[in-house]
C-alpha cells in the first residue's frame, strides 16, 4: 500500500528559529495536507495543498506541493512555545478512495523558551 | 471546537468484549471517516461514510464493523476485542465525500485488558 515517509521524526528547537519538515512518497498524490495534533487532541488541519508546485500559507507556516506530486514540505517561521505538538502530513490519491487519507508517522517539535 | 463529538472518551474494557463509539459529526456534514491511531501503527484510515452509505474502507479489521444512520451520526463497532486493539479512534466528518478538509472529533481512548 501507500506509505509516507516524513522527516525527521522529532526536532528540539529553541524559540524563535525556524522550523522545516517533509514528507516524500512512493506513489503520487493528488492532494497534500498538513495537519498539527496536541495533547488529548484530535488532528487540526494547517494546510491545505491541491495543485503540484503550489505554494500556500497559513500565517508563520507555508507548505509546499512537490512538483513531482510525490512529496511535500512544511516550514514555520519564528516558532513559538505554543508551536509544540506533532505535526502530520497526509496524501489524498483522489482515485477510488475519495475519503482516504494516507498519514505519515508524523514530526514530533518541541520549542525551548 | 472542531464541532465533531465522539463520545464516550475513555474506554476501559477486558479481551474478548463488543464495545460501540459513537460519532456525531459537525451541522451539514454528511461524510464521517474512522481512524485508528497507534504507537505503532500511526494513524490509520479504516472507513468512511457518505450520506447512509459506505464510500471507502482501509485497513479495518473484520471483527470491526461501522454504520451511517439517517440523523448522519455514526457507530464503530469492535468485536472480540484484542489486546492490540488498544488505540484511539477517530472520527472526522466533511461536508462532502471528496471534500478533504475532514474536521477530526477529540477522540475515544480505548484500553483493552
Known amino acids: 500500500g501507500q506509505q509516507l515517509n516524513q522527516s525527521p521524526q522529532s526536532m528540539f528547537i529553541q524559540e524563535g528559529e525556524d522550523v522545516s519538515m517533509n514528507c516524500t512518497s512512493s506513489s503520487i498524490f493528488n492532494t497534500w495536507l498538513w495537519y498539527k495534533q496536541e495533547p488529548g487532541e484530535g488532528p487540526v488541519l494547517l494546510i491545505a495543498?491541491?495543485?503540484?508546485?503550489e505554494l500556500t500559507s497559513n500565517g508563520r507556516l507555508t507548505a509546499q506541493f512537490g512538483i513531482t506530486r510525490k512529496d511535500s514540505f512544511l516550514n514555520i517561521s519564528a516558532s513559538i512555545p505554543s508551536d509544540v505538538g506533532i505535526y502530520f502530513c497526509?496524501?489524498?490519491?483522489?482515485?477510488?478512495?475519495?475519503?482516504?487519507?494516507?498519514f505519515g508517522q508524523g514530526t514530533i517539535l518541541t520549542v525551548h523558551p | 471546537d472542531s464541532g465533531v463529538t465522539q463520545t464516550p472518551k475513555h474506554l476501559i474494557t477486558a479481551t474478548g468484549q463488543r464495545v460501540t463509539l459513537r460519532c456525531s459529526p459537525r451541522?451539514?456534514?454528511?461524510?464521517v471517516y474512522w481512524y485508528q491511531q497507534s504507537l505503532d501503527q500511526g494513524l490509520q484510515f479504516l472507513i468512511q461514510?457518505?450520506?447512509?452509505?459506505?464510500?471507502a474502507k482501509g485497513n479495518i479489521l473484520e471483527r470491526f464493523s461501522a454504520q451511517q444512520f439517517p440523523d448522519l451520526h455514526s457507530e464503530l463497532n469492535l468485536s472480540s476485542l484484542e489486546l492490540g486493539d488498544s488505540a484511539l479512534y477517530f472520527c472526522?466528518?466533511?461536508?462532502?465525500?471528496?471534500?478533504?478538509?475532514?474536521?477530526f472529533g477529540q477522540g475515544t481512548r480505548l484500553t483493552v485488558v
Open positions: 461514510y457518505y450520506n447512509g452509505e459506505e464510500r
Open positions: 451541522s451539514g456534514d454528511l461524510s
Open positions: 495543498l491541491y495543485k503540484a508546485g
Open positions: 472526522a466528518s466533511s461536508l462532502s465525500w471528496g471534500n478533504t478538509e475532514a474536521f
Open positions: 497526509a496524501g489524498l490519491d483522489g482515485g477510488t478512495s475519495y475519503g482516504k487519507l494516507t
